[in-house]
């Protein structure tokens, strides 16, 4: 018997009477929905939930692997409080009623002493934030309750509110007939595994894939055409392909004239700034006559969809990229459409509980996004936060409460970032593992992973939906849920009369109350799904005017071009640091969440940096040995692989793994490299992201 079908016999056995659990994955932000399959209190298989039409069954090797996590002797188990020095990782084990107790009277002592305003939440991974929002935005009073996009897909996030009225469009590959994408890298960032899916099922049955990227990646492997364009030339590029659909008059003439504003105004934009593809020539790398050719074959294939992610938006001028882009689908007609993107409608999902219109607190100041003048930002600059911990600017904030978050090691600019938590009066961090960011914090609190906890939210689909994650095996020492934890501070602040729920049943019976499934229901099976309805703009837009905005009154008010305009990045290669440092995702980790998991690095151990031939021949580069790469900054070693598909003066660090990271989590330390060291602080000034690609970098043999 080989191994393999031993292996399967020995799974086989084990899933045999197993009680199977619907629920959901967090492994990565697209939460498919699963089945859990738990025998003696282990998990002993999953796969996809085989009715869910985010995944059909499917799982990805992430998620697949994940149930490491219930049984990962790094867990923290207890809350711990700080007893040496910050980052020293001295702690000791305090009690739950001692963390609450020292949590709320923290709470009540800044309030008094420097208003609300001066406690931030951030989380990215956001299980139940919900719970953390009530306390702490509606009772105690704090508007600065954020999640983590800035760090993330803020520009595309921008430009989608902009426009169209809405946060997250979800992607139609499946009825597509030509897919242009920006900076997405479909299959090796992979999104809800549906839409990877349905991309791979479109171009089985015909339809063109076209990847705009400087770097040669999984997705560029199976696409069509792949057009390594120069970093941050996203909007040039796109521009240009407008002003061919507009002077060709290859646009929808009576959808851009009836369902938009400031189709016009556009057009004579275009001509006025000089948007030519001969102008985007030597911008993006690209030739005028691809440029042309590309708009031409878009323009005509319908239903065609030209989407990005977060590629065009690392960079200072990323903050119309999307727009410019999204402008691709506009002219032509397709916007939600079957084949477009989706401007999916959400679940009617209420709050898991309710607070009192009487008992919610009047925020005194602004928000933090305004106040730093970014009105546009849909969610906080958070590599300006430092300035208001070290300077007070535009107020002082005091405490930083993180959830699933590791700024630490995420956010661009590690040294100021650690300075930012040195300066803190308080901080608490929510967490799976001892992050970095948890040694710079003052209380730690274990929180159950999404197989140890209840959790009901919007599903990532293309229509509405609701998914539900279930407790399924015994949670982790004495780690606690999100809802239980605020419960606790909440109890300790006098508040406790608001979170009166003893099981999550409770509040879950609430959150349900206007969706058309029983909780019971729910539980067997998993989700539920509405319909999916196309064509929203004929029925009017969320948007101020109920049009699509070519023309953003948003952004004229906010001081910007109402039109998508380009201009230069701020750091460019020079003699002393001649290549330009970019990034992209691993297929086998998702960010820094999976570092510790030993499945996954069996397969992919530690990151690397690809470097064109032409460079690693200049720079005396070998493949697979380790470089130095430095910048003006710092410098880390890392694994260098040597490719011919990535554009020449770039470099592309796979992002994950690194340093001291998992200081306690065994498997993951001293693995791989972590760029954030390497980067100053850059934001984009629409949209207040944050710029990891803003560096440059020279290279050397370790
Ligand atoms: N396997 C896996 N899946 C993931 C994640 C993961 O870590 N691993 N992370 C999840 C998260 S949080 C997110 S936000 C998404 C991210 O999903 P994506 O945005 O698709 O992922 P990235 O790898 O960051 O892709 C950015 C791409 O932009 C390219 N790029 C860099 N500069 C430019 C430029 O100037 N123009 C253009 N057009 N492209 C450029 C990079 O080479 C890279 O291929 O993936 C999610 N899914
Ligand atoms: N150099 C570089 N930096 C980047 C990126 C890049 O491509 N290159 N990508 C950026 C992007 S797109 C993003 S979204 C950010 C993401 O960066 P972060 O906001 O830091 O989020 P993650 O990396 O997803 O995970 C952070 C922490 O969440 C913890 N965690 C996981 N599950 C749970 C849970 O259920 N509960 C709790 N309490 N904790 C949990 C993990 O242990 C981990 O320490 O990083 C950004 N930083
Ligand atoms: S795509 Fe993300 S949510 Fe889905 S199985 Fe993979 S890791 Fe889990
Ligand atoms: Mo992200």
Redesign the pocket.
């Known amino acids: 018997m080989t191994t393999q079908t031993k292996d399967l016999g020995r799974k086989l056995a084990q899933i045999k009477g197993a009680k199977v659990i619907k629920s959901f994955c967090y492994t990565?932000?697209?939460q498919c929905p699963t089945e859990v399959f738990v025998r003696g209190g282990k998990v002993v298989y999953q796969k996809g939930n085989p009715e869910s039409p985010n995944n059909i069954g499917a799982r990805?090797a992430?998620g697949m692997a994940s149930y490491h996590v219930t049984t990962d002797p790094d867990r923290i188990k207890y809350p711990m409080r700080r007893t040496g020095p910050k980052g020293s990782g001295q702690f000791e084990r305090i009690s739950w009623d001692e963390a609450f107790t020292v949590i709320a009277n923290k709470l009540v002592e800044i309030k008094e002493k420097h208003g609300p305003e001066a406690v931030v939440y951030t989380c990215?991974h956001d299980p139940n934030t919900v719970f953390a929002h009530m306390l702490l935005r509606d009772l105690y009073g704090t508007p600065n309750c954020y999640a983590h996009t800035s760090g993330?897909?803020q520009d595309r996030r921008m430009a989608c509110l902009a426009m169209f009225g809405h946060v997250f469009p979800m992607h139609d590959f499946a009825n597509s007939r030509y897919v242009m994408?920006?900076?997405?890298?479909?299959f090796?960032?992979?999104?809800g595994l549906w839409e990877s899916r349905a991309l791979m099922e479109a171009k089985q049955k015909g339809c063109k894939l076209v990847v705009?990227?400087?770097?040669f990646?999984e997705?560029?492997a199976k696409a069509d055409e792949w057009i390594p364009?120069?970093?941050?030339?996203?909007t040039a590029l796109a521009l240009a392909m407008c002003r061919v659909i507009v002077d060709e008059n290859l646009y929808d003439s009576e959808f851009v004239t009836t369902l938009c504003t400031g189709f016009d105004g556009f057009r004579g934009h275009l001509r006025e700034k000089g948007y030519t593809p001969e102008w985007a020539e030597p911008i993006t790398g690209v030739t005028a006559e691809t440029i042309t050719r590309l708009a031409r074959e878009f323009a005509a294939a319908k239903p065609a969809m030209a989407a990005?992610?977060?590629?065009?938006g690392?960079?200072t001028n990323?903050g119309d990229?999307g727009r410019a882009i999204y402008m691709l689908d506009v002219l032509t007609g397709n916007v939600d459409n079957p084949g477009n993107i989706h401007l999916k409608d959400w679940a009617p999902l209420g709050p898991p509980i309710e607070i009192p219109e009487e008992a919610k607190a009047k925020p005194g100041k602004p928000p933090l996004h305004q106040a730093m003048g970014y009105p546009l930002a849909p969610d906080l600059p958070n590599a300006r936060l430092p300035e208001a911990v070290l300077d007070g600017n535009p107020y002082p904030v005091k405490a930083l409460f993180v959830q699933s978050t590791n700024p630490v090691m995420s956010d661009p600019n590690t040294k100021r970032v650690i300075e930012m938590f040195r300066g803190l009066e308080f901080a608490v961090t929510i967490e799976l593992y001892m992050s970095e960011t948890a040694l710079e914090s003052d209380i730690v609190l274990p929180e159950t992973s999404f197989y140890e906890q209840a959790e009901i939210r919007q599903g990532m689909w293309l229509g509405p939906q609701v998914i539900l994650c279930q407790p399924a095996v015994e949670r982790v020492g004495e780690a606690k849920p999100l809802y239980e934890i605020i419960q606790g501070i909440a109890g300790k602040m006098g508040l406790g009369e608001h979170f009166v729920y003893e099981k999550w049943e409770d509040w879950g019976e609430i959150a349900l109350k206007d969706v058309p499934i029983s909780l019971d229901d729910l539980k067997e099976k998993g989700f539920w799904a509405g319909e999916v309805v196309y064509g929203r703009p004929a029925k009017g837009m969320p948007t101020p005017s109920g049009k699509i905005e070519i023309h953003s009154q948003a952004f004229a008010d906010a001081g910007f071009d109402p039109y998508p305009v380009f201009v230069e990045r701020t750091v460019k290669p020079d003699d002393e640091y001649p290549l330009q440092l970019?990034?992209?995702?691993?297929?086998?980790?998702?960010?820094i969440?999976t570092q510790n998991n030993p499945l996954l690095m069996e397969i992919v151990g530690e990151n690397w940096v690809e470097i064109n031939t032409v460079d690693a021949a200049r720079f005396g580069i070998r493949d697979d040995e380790y470089v130095v790469l430095e910048s003006p900054q710092d410098n880390i070693t890392i694994r260098a692989k040597v490719v011919e598909g990535i554009v020449p003066g770039?470099v592309?660090v796979r992002?994950?793994h690194g340093f001291g990271h998992w200081a306690m989590g065994e498997v993951a330390k001293d693995k791989g490299a972590h760029s954030n060291v390497l980067m100053e602080t850059h934001v984009g000034p629409i949209s207040g992201a944050n710029c990891y690609?803003e560096c440059k970098v020279r290279v050397r043999p370790a």
């Open positions: 990565c932000p697209w990805c992430k990215h993330c897909e994408l920006w900076g997405m890298n479909m090796g960032a992979n999104q705009m990227d400087p770097t990646t997705t560029a364009l120069n970093p941050g030339s996203d990005l992610f977060k590629g065009p690392y960079y990323g990229a970019t990034h992209s995702k691993l297929s086998m980790h998702c960010n969440v770039v592309s992002h994950g690609n």
